[in-house]
């Protein structure tokens, strides 16, 4: 998004959030005041650019687009979400902020089980040193005894 000038900005901002909208719920064409309320607006161009640019905003508006649809009644579908229902978020007891917290720190939080195999590898190698060090001061054995004993470090599979 920091490539972006503030046309793009805007253009982009107004296609995903449209103020108006056409009878079968697709945006309608952008006017020029749509594009310049938001363009002559530095404290609102910075506020887009971030959600724009932030991986979580991201995921949230697709889980809401998803709950929207799942709401929708039409003949094409098989059944619907009742009206009724709790929003997805509610439903399935999600903390918006800690959510967005894992979202946003994914690769630090489970880089040892998600990711290319290589760093997946080097982690699981270092979460086991770990645990023989662990071991060697819970029972006093000492960490080079421990270490001649056979045990089955992660390794790579070709």
């Not at 959030?17 to 404290?43: A, G, M, Q, T």
């Not at 506020?47 to 979580?56: E, T």
């Not at 929207?68 to 579908?77: E, G, H, L």
Request: proline residues 5%.
């Amino acid at each position: 998004m920091a490539s972006w000038d503030d046309s793009e900005v805007a253009r982009g901002w107004i296609m995903l959030c449209p103020v108006r909208r056409k009878n079968d719920h697709s945006p309608e064409e952008r006017k020029e005041f749509e594009l310049n309320s938001i363009r002559n607006d530095p404290d609102k161009l910075v506020g887009i650019r971030s959600r724009l640019s932030d991986v979580a905003w991201w995921m949230r508006r697709l889980y809401q687009n998803i709950d929207a649809s799942a709401r929708m009644v039409r003949a094409d579908k098989s059944g619907s979400t009742p009206v009724d229902m709790a929003p997805i978020f509610e439903r399935l007891k999600l903390d918006v902020g800690y959510w967005k917290l894992q979202i946003q720190e994914f690769g630090r939080l489970f880089s040892h089980i998600a990711g290319k195999p290589k760093g997946c590898l080097r982690d699981a190698k270092l979460n086991f040193q770990a645990s023989l060090l662990s071991k060697a001061f819970q029972t006093g054995t000492g960490f080079n005894a421990l270490i001649r004993q056979p045990a089955s470090a992660p390794t790579a599979r070709e």
